[in-house]
């Protein structure tokens, strides 16, 4: 029998009132929580907000989120075949469902 995960993701944008959507996703080893994000993406709901750039050389470190409450690199975190809660960051600005405003104040033009 095939295993899944479950995610369990907060939706929602500024000013709106959020929610938590849940989706099943087929597990296998070695998967990422941001392989399970994409999966999300390209098989059940192409309007989830997420962001990444480099997928898995945790270079680009734009991909951190909340995973079960803890700060993470989402294409660092190892999917489990249980449920996982992913939120985005809680002391920066949101923009969408798991996307947050990630430049520093100096830098913004
Ligand atoms: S996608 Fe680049 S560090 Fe995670």
Known sequence: MRKSARLRISRGSPG????????????????SVLDA????RTNLDS?????YSCTNANACKTCMAL??????????????PAVI??????????????VTDI???????
């Open 103 to 109: 430049v520093p104040e100096d830098e913004k033009v």
């Open 47 to 51: 309007t989830l907000a997420i962001r």
């Open 37 to 40: 994000l994409r999966w999300i």
């Open 16 to 31: 709106a009132a959020g929610r938590y959507d849940e989706f099943d996703v087929p597990y296998e080893d070695g998967m």
């Open 85 to 98: 809660t992913v939120e985005p960051l809680p002391k920066r600005p949101l923009i969408r469902d798991l």
């Open 67 to 80: 995973v079960n409450g803890e700060v993470e690199y989402t294409c660092v975190a190892k999917l489990t």
